[in-house]
């Protein structure tokens, strides 16, 4: 806000307004006549008249505009930090087994983002002490959605200000018939004793908590044409929302889709019963001229059963479901995130080492067509991710300590990041041939051999960095 007539930019939301980086904290409420100042209608006034600024930025507002612009009414301090709620701390979510859940705090768990149900300031305005509670019974996946608060805005004492919508922004997300009535809820909650997951038993493998306990787990195949399972899908995929940014719904009328679901076994008086843990999305596309391409889509291991190796075995699950079906070219990825990457580089590396191809013996010798093709027929893997995993599997039996070895690998990995960079003058050499001298010129856009040095060196050293990461989970598995 250099100029005293900068343009300012209200985007009303609760209290959050934009006039530039001077006002960006929470520490006081202010009551702004922007009428006088920016014409702003008498009847939408009262709904932009609520800034938030601190102290120090108030001082700076009054320096740079004056103090005639402003009638302010001050509302202490604390009236706003009262009002204002952070939505990811507000909702918490449960897989309750058992009517004791309800009151363990251990069974509680939070989510990772909320922007895309309560917008992208994730705040919620007009409550105190508010906790909203979205539930779910660990099997049927039966919602009870509600929220408490110990204080709540009142229109009649903040000019007609009112409190945000709670409930209706996941209300619109959720499938209809969620449960608000804890006692119901309970009710409920007996149905999961009866319950038997839907589709086909592909993978049961056991996994260990971080304090050694064993655990047992089973995954199972779906499709849209399974009986029964496209209303149980609609509840559990609404979890995306609050773990993957981004997220969208995938269209389950389409039969390419297929699911992978996977339930924690466990026995409760001599009787089997299960809980929902996370699934995964795979579209199975077309492939020329009669084959199949499948494209992992959404994978998601809830935070109670996170660092436990779901994960890969959920992936491995896939991959096993695949590598014997002679219509499979290979197993893709879509758009995948840090996380993902990470986890799909180290099953991959850890499933190539098994394949004679990929011996420290070879690997050494340097990449090659054999790898590929070995790595396509038995586990399904692309040309670009097979070379991927070679530079890291390249990487695992170079000892960084000798110079020679460790510069013949850097060497060889920023050769093939220095591809795109050769193509490059091989396009600006054909546009040369065909272009006159001014419009070659106005035409270049050649990066100079310092810039690509320096990009070359910073792409070279985050992958070494991911290659490391995923070397270090390797080691340990």
Known sequence: ??????????????????????????????????????????????RLSWLVCSSRQWNRCLDIWGGDVFRMSVIAKNSLQYYVVDSNEALEFKLVRKPEDLEDEDTTFKP?????????SEQ?????????????????????????????????????????EVIKPIAEKIPPGYITNLDDFLTALQKDVSFVPFGDLERRFT???????????????CSASTPGFLPYHENFQTFILWYIDAASYIDVDDDKWRFFVTYEKY???????????????????????ANVRPRISQMLVLPPFQRMGLGAEMLNTIYSN??????????????????????????DAKN?????????????EGFCEAMVAEARKKLKLNKRQVRKIYEILRLHFTNRADKKAYRQYRLEVKNRLNVQYKKEDRDME?????????EFAATMSITSREQRLESLERQYSELEEHYLKVLERLALS
Request: charged share 30%.
């Open 267 to 289: 026995e409760v008086d001599g009787r089997q019963q299960y809980a929902f843990t996370g699934y995964t999305t795979v579209y199975e596309y077309y492939a020329y001229p």
């Open 430 to 438: 054909k546009l040369k041939k065909i272009l006159k001298p001014e």
């Open 207 to 221: 996994a260990r908590t971080e304090e050694g306990k064993e655990r047992t787990f089973e995954v199972y195949r």
């Open 322 to 347: 695949y590598q014997s079906d002679s219509r499979v070219l290979d197993i893709t990825v879509e758009d995948p995130s840090e996380n993902f990457a990470r986890l799909r580089d180290f099953v």
């Open 124 to 164: 919620i305005f007009g409550y105190s002490g508010l906790h909203i509670k979205l539930y779910y019974s660990a099997a049927r996946l039966t919602t009870y959605l509600t929220h408490t608060y110990t204080d709540k805005v009142h229109p009649e004492k903040y000019e007609g200000i009112k409190p945000d």
């Open 1 to 46: 806000m250099g100029d005293h007539h900068s343009p300012v930019c209200v985007s009303y939301r609760r209290v959050s307004f934009t006039l530039g980086e001077e006002f960006t904290s929470l520490p006081f409420l202010f009551n702004w006549n922007l009428r006088e100042r920016f014409g702003v209608a008498p009847r939408d006034w009262r």
């Open 112 to 120: 990772d983002m909320s922007h895309q149900v309560f917008g992208d």
């Open 352 to 364: 190539c080492l098994t394949l004679d191809s990929f011996s420290k013996t070879k690997l050494a």
